[in-house]
């Protein structure tokens, strides 16, 4: 009896420790016992801010996301929930560059639909204020123009008097360098101000092309000849590339396809919008919309061009009174264009047609961001019809450029060139650029 009673207790101990070892948590599956490829996979899809967070936990990861492999992992995984602006600001010879950080699943903070006539949608009252004092980080530098950005690396243009120089850096690594100076012009060419930046993923090539006028005295028919030269990042000189097209202004978003473009001042339709192939090093037209005609191009205000959903994109103000966004759906083939959406301007509460002469860039999820008449950040969903008041820009008015913030590195960059000097800058939330 005292045997079976024994028994039956051993039997019972044996079932609850089996009931309380399934009820212990399970212990964590350890990241580091996954292959290194899918751990590189893994980081790759996170937001940068925390990939640069993880180069602090351990000596591995800090080797994978060094790796330039990594770097190019996270250009084409990265999530697009957000996007990234830099302001611009210059005072006297000195300029500073701030860079922000917006969630694009944020909360409409003000807006105006065209079935809200009596609402203003600009109103700044209660709006965050983009300043130095919010910014994720800067840094600051002498005068400075902002080319472009590309690959998460900027290009800037340093306006020094005699002796202009471009420089290159990668503002979240810190890292800068300065390009061989661009070939002598004056004084037969002077710089025309317009500058491009754009990657070629073939040749694996980052190049930077600026376009001059002709300025001799000795002809002065060709006063308004135009000239490029083009550069590209690992060389040691620029390359004269003669009869360039004219930019009329600066695209808030020209690189696709390998390729860099322009909205021209020519009066032609056909020569409306100039290409740059970055493979080739050759100047082309890309051909408008169908209904783009001499007599219906001087009712056009305002043009611009950018890209939409991975196509070009043209956005123009037609008589004042229509804002128009038309998409190439198939590069190079000019039956292809659609139009993508309109805003009327009666339609929608104090909406002016400067309001729209700013454009940034076209979001993730096809909404456009630009810069209001009254300095605030606003976006327009053409979805929903709506503005969204953003934030304001508070009393100074930079430049405003988008950007994508990146881990390739100038030191992967100029491998196999021309040695160059990249500098490294102190790390913390405010960088100062010497180049």
Excluded at 120 to 126: L, P, R, V
Excluded at 271 to 282: N, V
Aim: charged content about 20%; hydrophobic content about 35%; glycine content about 6%.
């Amino acid at each position: 009896m005292v045997l079976h009673d024994y028994k039956r207790r051993r039997w019972q101990n044996s079932i609850n420790e089996q009931q309380c070892s399934n009820t212990k948590p399970s212990q964590p599956f350890p990241l580091l016992d996954l292959p290194l490829h899918l751990v590189s996979d893994i980081l790759s899809r996170l937001p940068l801010t925390n990939i640069i967070r993880c180069t602090c936990v351990c000596k591995i990861f800090l080797k994978l996301i060094k790796d330039p492999y990594f770097a190019k992992l996270h250009l084409a995984r990265g999530p697009a929930l957000t996007t990234n602006l830099i302001l611009q600001e210059t005072v006297g010879r000195l300029g500073a560059l701030y860079f922000f950080t917006f969630d694009l699943c944020e909360s409409t903070l003000s807006s105006c639909s065209s079935n809200d006539q009596n609402v203003c949608s600009y109103s700044k009252c209660g709006l965050p204020i983009l300043c130095r004092i919010n910014a994720e980080f800067s840094f600051r530098t002498e005068r400075v123009t902002l080319i472009g950005s590309c690959n998460g690396l900027l290009c800037l243009y340093f306006d020094s008097g005699n002796n202009p120089f471009y420089g290159i850096c990668n503002p979240i690594l810190g890292e800068c360098t300065k390009l061989p100076q661009p070939t002598a012009s004056a004084p037969l060419y002077t710089y025309a101000k317009y500058s491009g930046f754009g990657y070629c993923s073939r040749l694996k090539q980052y190049k930077v092309v600026r376009f001059l006028h002709l300025t001799s005295v000795e002809n002065p028919m060709n006063s308004k000849r135009i000239v490029a030269d083009l550069h590209t990042l690992g060389s040691d000189s620029w390359r004269r590339i003669e009869d360039a097209p004219c930019p009329k202004r600066n695209s808030f978003d020209p690189f696709l396809n390998g390729a860099l473009h322009w909205i021209t001042n020519s009066e032609k339709p056909s020569e409306l919008i100039s290409s740059f192939d970055l493979e080739k090093e050759k100047f082309d037209f890309v051909p408008p919309p169908p209904h783009f005609n001499a007599a219906y191009m001087r009712k056009v205000s305002w043009i611009n061009i950018g890209v939409l959903r991975g196509n070009l994109c043209i956005c123009y103000i037609y008589e004042d009174a229509m804002f128009e966004a038309w998409v190439m759906r198939e590069y190079g083939v000019k039956e292809t264009w659609r139009k993508e959406f309109g805003i009327d301007m009666k339609f929608y509460c104090k909406l002016q047609v400067e309001d729209l002469h700013r454009p940034i860039k076209f979001v993730s999820n096809g909404d456009l961001w630009f810069v209001s008449s009254s300095d605030s950040l606003v976006s327009f969903s053409p979805e929903k019809r709506t503005f969204r008041e953003l934030r304001s820009m508070g009393p100074w008015n930079p430049r405003v450029t988008a950007h994508d913030l990146s881990l390739v590195s100038l030191n992967d960059v100029f491998k196999g060139g021309t040695k160059m000097q990249v500098k490294k800058s102190r790390r913390g939330r405010t960088f100062v650029f010497g180049i």
